[in-house]
């Protein structure tokens, strides 16, 4: 199983972006999906979450400002960042629990991250 981000880049102060996380290989189901950051100098906190039948939270940090979401057909999560702020600056990484088709197991599996870069 392997999940992929996109969408990252550098934008400045009040603008949007999207993030994707596309999850491939022996996926039986997914369960819970979701996106952390982690900033220069700063422990990684966790952004927003989404379980399987769509129930989401968020940091308060994001709240208003992000919205988390999926297509269970296309095995993707979304991060729409509106309203970025330069504290938005960290690098982003998505999370899932998988069970895998081959074993049933589910585990714990994270993306390599997509650096977001807010200037203002």
């Known amino acids: 199983v392997h999940l992929e981000e996109s969408g990252g880049g550098l934008v400045t102060d009040g603008e949007s972006l999207r993030l994707s996380c596309a999850a491939s290989?022996?996926?039986?189901?997914?369960?819970?999906m979701a996106w952390y950051r982690r900033a220069p100098g700063k422990r990684r906190e966790l952004v927003a979450t989404?379980?399987?039948?769509?129930?989401?939270n968020y940091a308060d940090s994001v709240k208003g400002r992000f919205t988390i979401s999926r297509d269970n057909a296309k095995n993707t999560a979304y991060l729409q960042m509106n309203s970025l702020k330069p504290e938005d600056t960290a690098v982003y990484y998505c999370?899932?629990?998988?069970?895998?088709?081959?074993?049933?197991?589910?585990?714990?599996?994270w993306g390599q991250g997509t650096q977001v870069t807010v200037s203002s």
């Open positions: 989404i379980s399987s039948a769509g129930k989401t």
């Open positions: 999370h899932a629990d998988i069970s895998d088709s081959d074993s049933l197991l589910t585990g714990d599996y």
């Open positions: 290989g022996s996926i039986f189901t997914i369960n819970t």
